[in-house]
């Protein structure tokens, strides 16, 4: 009888693709993919630890499953991801159905745990030493769409922003082999995918001895069938004219960059270790704009960081109706083990984040209905990439700036680029008319 996997995903795409990596190994194996946790013989959470409330919810998560697999004596639970890695044999204490644990670099090692689990019912943990070259490829990857794909082509960072816990768990910054790399593209390109996005933790810093990031997007370019490129997420200091430079030169490029502010306080800034100002960040931005007026900005933004008075607050809040950010990702901070800023005092009150919070992510809304207003009446290319999650007789695809409109269209046109004129808007999305 075949054997059934479930994969729960939290996090960034980085953990979106490697669980398709993951994917990839157990159809390998002969398992076949399950709708849910109750058909399935394996269940994996794929873990983020970047925030608290991230990991609390694996927690419970893993108290649900427990229920599940009393009933299901047969099923394995597995945790892997950056959770996985930070909290190493925590998940076996007094959890005695947790099955298996495994690292973010130690994806390849998933058949042998698999085997040593059939072997033997017993708790099993492989986690990477900090030196272990990542899993940039396998043999077979199970993507979630057709036409648009992932691509690894870095993993780890060098930076040690002081809020950030990436470099314990992910490890230094390693870059791969531009000839696997492209070989990749090309594979992809063949099998009729025509958007790819690039990965890496701190991926603009992506060198692989004198080839560096800039070198790397201009060889994607020129693969045939490829027709949109998009990459995730950079850091601002490693975001140089060269790479600035191709909006205006590069078409397939797509219009818009995650450029991650964290704060607009130069005293925060510091004290995250973030090694640039906010007015070498607004040079940046006014660059950007220079070569590619229309290009859309996001951004991340951590409120209540460790000192963070009102006036740095402020400082924040006047970046951002400065910028006009199209998208924000914004939180409020919360400890982080491993981290140095462990060690400053979290002193600014919950209730003070929480109202800082909501200030921002209010301006934020009126900025994106405002500048999703001014696109009404304009007509712009949309790769389709689903049915609307709120019509099923919808569509939704994405613009080159990244912005999500939904529209009806006569047939199944997923995948296809077509022409969609704008006829209103709202703060998260547009809406069009093929």
């Known amino acids: 009888m075949e054997k059934k996997y479930y994969i729960e995903t939290y996090g960034c795409q980085m953990n979106v693709h490697d669980s398709e990596k993951i994917s990839g190994i157990l159809s390998q194996l002969g398992y076949a993919p399950s709708g849910d946790e109750y058909g399935a013989d394996l269940v994996l959470l794929n873990t983020c630890s970047v925030r608290e409330k991230a990991a609390q919810k694996i927690f419970t998560r893993l108290g649900q499953l427990k229920k599940l697999k ?129 990965l890496g933790q701190n991926v603009n810093s992506y060198r692989f001895e004198q080839f560096d990031f800039a070198d790397l997007v201009i060889s994607l370019h020129e693969i045939p069938g490829i027709r949109r490129i998009r990459y995730t997420s950079p850091h601002p200091t490693d975001i140089n004219p060269k790479v600035m430079d191709l909006y205006a030169s590069l078409p397939k490029l797509c219009n818009n960059l995650h450029l991650p502010l964290q704060a607009g306080s130069n005293e925060v800034l510091k004290r995250m270790k973030r090694d640039y100002s906010s007015e070498q960040y607004m040079e940046k931005v006014e660059y950007l704009r220079e070569r590619s007026p229309d290009i859309a900005l996001s951004s991340d933004i951590i409120v209540g960081f460790p ?31 491993f981290t140095s800023a462990l060690k400053l005092e979290d002193d600014i009150p919950e209730e003070e984040k929480s109202q800082r919070l909501s200030e921002l992510q209010e301006a934020q809304r009126q900025i994106q209905f405002r500048l999703n207003q001014k696109l009404i009446g304009t007509t712009q290319e949309v790769l389709v990439e689903s049915h609307s999650r709120k019509d099923a007789e919808m569509f939704m695809g994405r613009t080159s700036c990244n912005r999500s409109v939904n529209f009806s269209a006569p047939g199944e046109i997923l995948g296809k680029f077509v022409q969609v004129q704008i006829t209103g808007a709202g703060p998260n999305s547009l809406i069009g008319r093929l």
């Open 307 to 337: 000192g963070e008075t009102r006036e740095d607050f402020q400082r924040t809040m006047d970046i951002v109706r400065q910028v006009e950010y199209s998208g924000l990702f914004s939180f409020k901070y919360s400890q982080r083990p």
């Open 70 to 198: 009393t009933g299901k004596p047969g099923m394995a639970i597995g945790v892997c991801g950056c959770l996985a890695q930070q909290e190493k044999d925590l998940f076996f204490k007094g959890r005695p159905y947790v099955d298996m644990v495994f690292g973010p670099k130690n994806i390849s090692d998933l058949p042998a745990l698999l085997e040593e689990l059939q072997r033997e019912r017993k708790q099993l943990l492989a986690l990477s030493g900090p030196r272990q070259e990542p899993t940039f490829e396998v043999e077979t990857v199970l993507r979630d769409a057709r036409f648009k794909a992932y691509i690894t082509i870095m993993e780890g960072c060098d930076k040690f922003c002081t809020f950030c816990v990436v470099p314990f768990l992910r490890g230094r910054e390693i870059s791969r082999d531009p000839h696997s790399i492209l070989e990749e593209a090309r594979r992809l390109a063949g099998a009729g995918y025509v958007e790819i996005c690039l």
